[in-house]
């Protein structure tokens, strides 16, 4: 066992980032709006306390209910959350073992005459078939005669490529988690980008008549979470951080009020603006996000060379314009694999650890997805972050 333990992430933070707390940031999420919106190539952003609850306030300011919404079955379940909290059902499509994405073959099967949405969401940083994707959306809206809302879930590829073409400046909505396990960071938070500015006016009108303003406090409380994930992070205490969550109960009480795989709800301050903090980590996070993306992209490329003379292990592919939130490996033995390597003073991730139909909450759901649930219970993840 060693003592020090590379993380499986490690958010990219420095005395960039610990400048800002101790200022006032006024105005920065306005300024992080502006930002965001020209690095990822939209006309306007809107800005979040989470990605959840982006999802979630886009299907109420287009006033979609009741509805039937395609998503794939293996992907963050709070994806499938904002779904069902924005009064609406989601519908499981079941992924290509390749990429992990959606399989576009089922999607075309399963599109209705019930379909007014679907979320693609290009997991692990893998590019969806953009043109494939645009054309099944196009040939069903002539089809079934009303408007099928494409929303591109963001939150693993931040500015990933399809065939040179940003991922996100396709369809109506892309959305983006900015919390501090995502490819870059803002403590917490979510955005929304449009390539529509009346749409994004809509949104953000949405947004301010039902989104508390939040106080000194809050603000203070997100300084003093970032301090901590600054020190639970760090290269001598992070073997503790592991200790605590592995063996006690004690970050659990955290965590587990922010996100449980298998019960519908959200943090109790989803209806709270986001911070000007966190807005003022996200712009400084902006500027380094190329730098993270060359980061990301040089180290899967060291691991193809050096994993692949493991013959059992199937590694995830090398894709032009692949942006690599994660870098997956299907095996056949993956608890042995995790407790090795923690051994080895490495921890690996196991992302994503179910499938979505096979949660209680979703259990009835019925249909085969069984490359999700084998997707589910063999994929590690390898670090990509410093
Ligand atoms: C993280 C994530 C979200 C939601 O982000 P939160 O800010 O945690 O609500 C949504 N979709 C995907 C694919 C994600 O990875």
């Not at 904002?82 to 959606?102: E, H, K, Q, R």
């Not at 955005?191 to 949405?206: E, G, H, K, P």
């Not at 000194?216 to 020190?231: D, G, S």
């Not at 691991?303 to 095996?331: C, D, F």
Request: proline share 3%; glycine share 4%.
């Amino acid at each position: 066992m060693k003592w020090i333990l590379k993380p499986r992430f490690k958010p990219f933070l420095n005395y960039k980032e610990w400048k800002k707390i101790f200022r006032l940031n006024s105005d920065a999420v306005y300024q992080f709006e502006k930002k965001f919106a020209k690095k990822f190539k939209a006309v306007d952003a809107v800005t979040f306390p989470y990605g959840r609850s982006a999802q979630w306030a886009f299907f109420n300011a287009i006033g979609l209910v009741n509805s039937e919404v395609l998503m794939p079955s293996y992907t963050c379940s709070v994806v499938a959350h904002a779904v069902t909290l924005s009064g609406n059902t989601p519908v499981f499509v079941d992924i290509n073992l390749n990429d992990y994405n959606m399989d576009l073959n089922e999607l075309e099967k399963l599109v209705s005459v019930k379909t007014k949405a679907i979320i693609a969401t290009h997991t692990f940083g893998y590019p969806q078939d953009l043109d494939r994707l645009e054309d099944i959306v196009k040939k069903s809206e002539i089809r079934f005669g009303h408007k099928i809302w494409l929303i591109q879930d963001c939150c693993h590829c931040f500015g990933a490529e399809w065939n040179g073409r940003m991922i996100g400046t396709s369809g109506d909505v892309a959305v983006y988690a900015l919390n501090i396990s995502k490819i870059m960071t803002s403590i917490f938070g979510g955005m929304l980008t449009f390539q529509n500015q009346d749409l994004a006016n809509i949104v953000r009108d949405w947004r301010d008549n039902n989104y508390k303003k939040t106080g000194f406090l809050k603000e203070i409380k997100r300084r003093l979470y970032f301090i901590l994930v600054c020190i639970a992070f760090s290269k001598y205490l992070y073997f503790v951080t592991w200790w605590l969550q592995e063996k006690t109960n004690i970050l659990n009480k955290y965590t587990k009020a922010f996100h449980l795989d298998n019960k519908i709800h959200f943090p109790v301050d989803y209806l709270d603006h986001m911070t000007n903090i966190e807005a003022a980590i996200g712009l400084v996070q902006l500027d380094k996000y190329d730098q993270i993306i060359d980061y990301r992209r040089k180290k899967v490329n060291f691991y193809q060379e050096s994993l692949s003379k493991n013959p059992s292990w199937i590694l995830g592919p090398i894709i032009q314009g692949a942006t690599y939130s994660h870098y997956p490996i299907r095996v056949s033995n993956r608890d042995a694999v995790l407790k090795e390597y923690i051994n080895h003073g490495v921890q690996l991730g196991n992302l994503i650890q179910y499938s979505i139909p096979n949660l209680p909450e979703y259990s009835h759901y019925k249909g085969d997805f069984k490359n999700s649930t084998l997707a589910s219970s063999s994929l590690i993840n390898f670090p990509v972050t410093k």
